[in-house]
T-cell receptor
Framework: ELKVEQNPLFLSMQEGKNYTIYCNYS?????LYWYRQDPGKSLESLFV?????AVKQEGRLMASLDTKARLSTLHITAAVHDLSATYFC????????????FGTGTLLAVQP | DTAVSQTPKYLVTQMGNDKSIKCEQN?????MYWYKQDSKKFLKIMFS???????INETVPNRFSPKSPDKAHLNLHINSLELGDSAVYFCASSQDRWVGRKNTEAFFGQGTRLTVV
């Protein structure tokens, strides 16, 4: 059964600093998604990573995928308060229905 | 204009009641989902329908019953509500049943916060 783990679960960082969130998954998959969730809100799609070595960037966020290591990273550059949210990675299980399995989430709090 | 819309946004009800949550998508997608997010923000898929056909039916109590009258709608009916059913329920849709194929991604509704007292 596919398991998706993120670390850290909680990240408090200062504005202007850099940090990385890690997403590990247990079985082979070549489709990985990153979502953002603000408190009390829906999930917003950030990145879709479709192949080994894929790298995508949007503003201060950059996501990458290493399918051999079963690892994706979400790198935050020069954090700002507006990035405070919970970030989820999600992986398709590749089974008959290709379910989307979510990671545990990382709560990011950017302090001034 | 909302792509995936759920009603109601908040639902407070007593134990033992029966309630429904409605979901509609105007994206022309073929597949719709129900996810449950618990108090620790863990997201777990419950059901999925593709063109009105049930394709994912996770291990959830049979008090939960999805219904899809057409491919743009997926409702969730819950019988005999229990305290443990309190959570946020998210509806989502994707263009293709194979999430991940052809760059298919899932789009989520705003969630329904269910509180059972």
């Amino acid at each position: 059964e596919l398991k998706v783990e993120q670390n850290p679960l909680f990240l408090s960082m200062q504005e202007g600093k850099n940090y990385t969130i890690y997403c590990n998954y247990s079985t082979t998959s070549d489709r990985l998604y990153w979502y953002r969730q603000d408190p009390g809100k829906s999930l917003e799609s950030l990145f879709v990573l479709l192949s080994n070595g894929a790298v995508k960037q949007e503003g201060r966020l950059m996501a990458s995928l290493d399918t051999k290591a079963r690892l994706s990273t979400l790198h935050i550059t020069a954090a700002v308060h507006d990035l405070s949210a919970t970030y989820f990675c999600a992986v398709t299980d590749g089974g008959a229905t290709n379910k989307l399995i979510f990671g545990t989430g990382t709560l990011l709090a950017v302090q001034p | 204009d909302t792509a995936v819309s759920q009603t109601p946004k908040y639902l407070v009800t007593q134990m033992g009641n029966d309630k429904s949550i409605k979901c509609e998508q105007n994206l022309g997608h073929d597949t719709m989902y129900w996810y449950k997010q618990d108090s620790k923000k863990f997201l777990k898929i419950m059901f999925s329908y593709n063109n009105k056909e049930l394709i994912i039916n996770e291990t959830v109590p049979n008090r939960f019953s999805p219904k899809s009258p057409d491919k743009a709608h997926l409702n969730l009916h819950i019988n005999s509500l229990e305290l443990g059913d309190s959570a946020v329920y998210f509806c989502a849709s994707s263009q293709d049943r194979w999430v991940g194929r052809k760059n298919t991604e899932a789009f989520f509704g705003q969630g329904t916060r269910l509180t059972v007292v």
